[in-house]
Structures are given as structure tokens and as C-alpha cells.
């Protein structure tokens, strides 16, 4: 039996999730994992009849699918003000949907770097409104997603902060994000396993035991950014950092990153969990995906 199960966010023939389940079980059996992208209802959240949600989880057992599930990107972990406005109540509200789905983990992006606050008051008020949420809602996890923008907080070492101080939150390596912010750093096996040795070396072995992961291909562009150390300040000399910036999903046989070389990292590595992947192909590429990882 596979370590990894794969599957896609939605389906290329339709969004809607029941419909895009029905599709994916009986012409994608192969694929156990499906993750329900909430991210088209960006303001207007769906509402689901208990018939609904009862048929979409017979489906998942008959069919030992593990599901997952993605906020919309309009809630906002970093933003007090909307946070308290209505991104928490929205949050809720996702977390339960998902939780009657049968899913057993929602998915965030974190959200923008906010004017004025330093790493650490990004990392607290994460913090805060993580276990503000959970709180309220049990039997479901929250995964904090790597993000792909230089904007955006959701850094690998800011989410393990993150992680580190609040149960029931996990990580969600995105390995297009990673690749993307970094500038196209996944060149090798080896930078692959730098990433996941980092996880195991903070958080242990347990974090690559049920580990939720995206997969897609991404164009992105690079961001210098001068740094403002004080050796910069005492010697006048800019010190530029090549970040990049993620700009669009792209299908996964443009290479970038190389699917072949992070698949190899993680089974190599042990790794056990789930690859959603987000390319535009997205149950054909899961597919890709599937195959490549059991032919290695």
C-alpha cells in the first residue's frame, strides 16, 4: 500500500463537490484524497442539505477516500480587524461544513503581511486567533498552508512557530510555494530533503507521519529586496535577498518544480500523508503524480 495517498482540490469537469466526487470515483478510482475547494465561495458560503452531506460521506468510506478541505482565501489569520469582523465566524463556519463532509483537515492561507507588526507579532496573533478558533470546534485540524507570495506571511519557520504553540494545527507543505518563494530552490533531491529534515529536526517524526501536502507547477517571478541589517546601516552597503513571488499554477510536466524530484525526497524520506494537487489538470496531473511516485 502506498505511504502517500493522491487526489486532486475539485475536478477540471466541475467544482461542485458531490458531483466532483461521483466523477472522481468512477473514473479516477486510483485517486484517495479529495480536497473541496471552498476557495469559489469567497464571500457567500454554500449551505448543504443533511441528505448531502450524509451522501458525500458514504462515498468517501465505500471508497477509503480522505478528504480535505480549503478556506477561502478572503479570511484572514494576520488581520485583528477582520479577523474579528467576520473572518473567524467565516472560518467557523467552514470548519464545521467541513467537519459534516467528513473531512479531517481545513486548509488556510495565513494572510498578508500586515503594516507596522514585526515577525514575532505576525507569529502571536496567528497564535492567537488559531486557538480562538479551535476552541470552538473539535475532531478537525486546521492546516496552515506555505504560501507562495513575498507578502504573505506563511514562511516555513514563521507556520513551525506557529505549530509549536497550538494543538491541532499542521502544517501544509505546498512545494509549489516553496519553490516559488525561494526563488526556484527545489533544483535537487537533497534541497527536497532539506525542507522535510527541518520539519523532523523541529517537530519531530510524528510531523511526516500524516503529512498534508499540494503539488502543482507555478510561474513566479523574483523580488530583490534590500536588507536593513545594521551591518547595512554601519557600512552603507545594500545587501540584496532574491525572494520570489508566486504568479500562476501551471501543469506539472512544466517542470517547475520537477515533480520527480519531490516524490523521490518523500518516499526516500519515509513520508506518509496526503498530495492534493492544484494544477490546472488537476485530476489528470494527480493521476501523473500517483504514477511517478510508484514507479520510483
Not at 148 to 154: A, N, T, V
Not at 225 to 250: A, D, M, N, V, Y
Request: charged share 25%; net charge positive; proline share 4%.
Amino acid at each position: 500500500m502506498n505511504k502517500v495517498r493522491f487526489g486532486p482540490s475539485g475536478t477540471t469537469k466541475t467544482l461542485e463537490p458531490l458531483e466532483a466526487l461521483k466523477y472522481l470515483v468512477n473514473i479516477f478510482s486510483e485517486l484517495k484524497a479529495f480536497e473541496i475547494p471552498f476557495t469559489m465561495y469567497q464571500y457567500q458560503l454554500p449551505s448543504y442539505s443533511t441528505q448531502y452531506m450524509e451522501s458525500f460521506q458514504k462515498i468517501l468510506k465505500k471508497h477509503g477516500i480522505y478528504a480535505s478541505c480549503h478556506a477561502p482565501f478572503t479570511i484572514s489569520l494576520t488581520n485583528s480587524k477582520q479577523f474579528h469582523l467576520y473572518g473567524k465566524k467565516r472560518l467557523l463556519k467552514v470548519m464545521k461544513l467541513a467537519k459534516r463532509l467528513g473531512c479531517n483537515i481545513v486548509v488556510i492561507h495565513p494572510g498578508g503581511y500586515q503594516e507596522g507588526l514585526k515577525k514575532e507579532d505576525h507569529v502571536k496573533l496567528v497564535v492567537k486567533h488559531c486557538k480562538e478558533v479551535l476552541n470552538e470546534i473539535q475532531n478537525i485540524d486546521l492546516g496552515l498552508e506555505i504560501t507562495g507570495k513575498h507578502k504573505q506571511f506563511g514562511k516555513l519557520e514563521e507556520l513551525i512557530s506557529v505549530v509549536q504553540q497550538v494543538d491541532k494545527v499542521r502544517i501544509v507543505l505546498d512545494w509549489a510555494h516553496i519553490h516559488a518563494r525561494n526563488g526556484g530552490i527545489l533544483k535537487s533531491v537533497d534541497d527536497v530533503i532539506k525542507v522535510l529534515l527541518k520539519l523532523e529536526n523541529v517537530l519531530g517524526k510524528e510531523a511526516l507521519k500524516n503529512l498534508h501536502m499540494h503539488f502543482t507547477g507555478v510561474e513566479f517571478t523574483i523580488v530583490q529586496q534590500p536588507t536593513l541589517s545594521l551591518e547595512t546601516f554601519l557600512t552603507g552597503k545594500k545587501e540584496i535577498i532574491r525572494e520570489g513571488s508566486e504568479r500562476k499554477h501551471l501543469p506539472i510536466n512544466q517542470n517547475s518544480p520537477d515533480p520527480k524530484l519531490v516524490l523521490k525526497a518523500i518516499k526516500e524520506f519515509n513520508v506518509s500523508g496526503t498530495m492534493i494537487c492544484e494544477s490546472p489538470l488537476r485530476e489528470k496531473d494527480a493521476i501523473q503524480l500517483l504514477k511517478v511516485y510508484e514507479a520510483l
